[in-house]
């Protein structure tokens, strides 16, 4: 499948075909389908998978921090040749930002889990019941820890 970027780099005329911005721009492609990646392990809870990504994707910012200059009296990235590429990563960021938000939702969803299971969450919809079959009452009682 490609990606709409790739057809902008073919068709990068000479002049801004420096080896820098090609270079950037490969990078950046390959960060865009590392953070699809990074989804789909987020979706489907292959921890292993997402953890084995971030290596990858630290050594990806590394090489675009040094190939753009950025953050520095050398930095290339203002230069019009560069749009496409801060286009790119511009869909980068929203991608990361996609992951970022499930990954808050699930450990959200997790925290509501173990604040019921503790019984800790005053708010949870959750009844739950002594040995005796009736309702508990706080944290009186015996709870799960105890048990």
Same mark, same amino acid.
């Given at each position: 499948?490609?990606? *709409?970027?790739?057809?902008? &780099?073919?068709?990068?005329? *000479?002049?801004?075909?420096?080896? #820098?911005? +090609?270079?950037?721009?490969? $990078?950046?492609?390959?960060? $865009? /389908?590392?953070?699809?990646? #990074?989804?789909?392990?987020?979706? &489907? /809870?292959?921890?292993?998978?997402?953890?084995?990504? /971030?290596?990858?994707?630290?050594?990806?910012?590394?090489?675009?921090?040094?190939?753009?200059?950025?953050?520095?009296?050398?930095? %290339? +990235?203002?230069?019009? #040749?560069?749009?496409?590429?801060?286009?790119? +990563?511009?869909?980068?960021?929203?991608? $990361?930002?996609?992951?970022?938000?499930?990954?808050?939702?699930?450990?959200?969803?997790?925290? =509501?889990?173990? /604040?019921?299971?503790? =019984?800790?969450?005053?708010?949870?919809?959750?009844? &739950?019941?002594? !040995?005796?079959? %009736?309702?508990?009452? @706080? !944290? @009186? @009682?015996?709870?799960?820890?105890? &048990?």
């Amino acid at each position: 499948m490609q990606m *709409p970027f790739q057809s902008q &780099v073919a068709d990068l005329p *000479p002049p801004a075909n420096s080896p #820098e911005l +090609i270079a950037a721009l490969e $990078h950046g492609l390959s960060l $865009h /389908q590392l953070l699809e990646n #990074e989804f789909e392990a987020l979706r &489907v /809870q292959d921890l292993e998978t997402f953890e084995s990504l /971030q290596d990858t994707k630290m050594a990806i910012f590394q090489n675009l921090t040094t190939l753009t200059g950025t953050g520095t009296d050398d930095s %290339r +990235i203002d230069a019009p #040749e560069w749009d496409t590429f801060k286009n790119l +990563i511009k869909d980068c960021r929203d991608l $990361h930002r996609r992951n970022e938000i499930l990954i808050s939702r699930k450990l959200d969803a997790i925290r =509501g889990t173990l /604040q019921t299971l503790r =019984g800790s969450d005053p708010t949870a919809s959750v009844e &739950v019941y002594d !040995r005796l079959g %009736r309702l508990s009452r @706080g !944290r @009186g @009682g015996r709870g799960y820890e105890e &048990v």
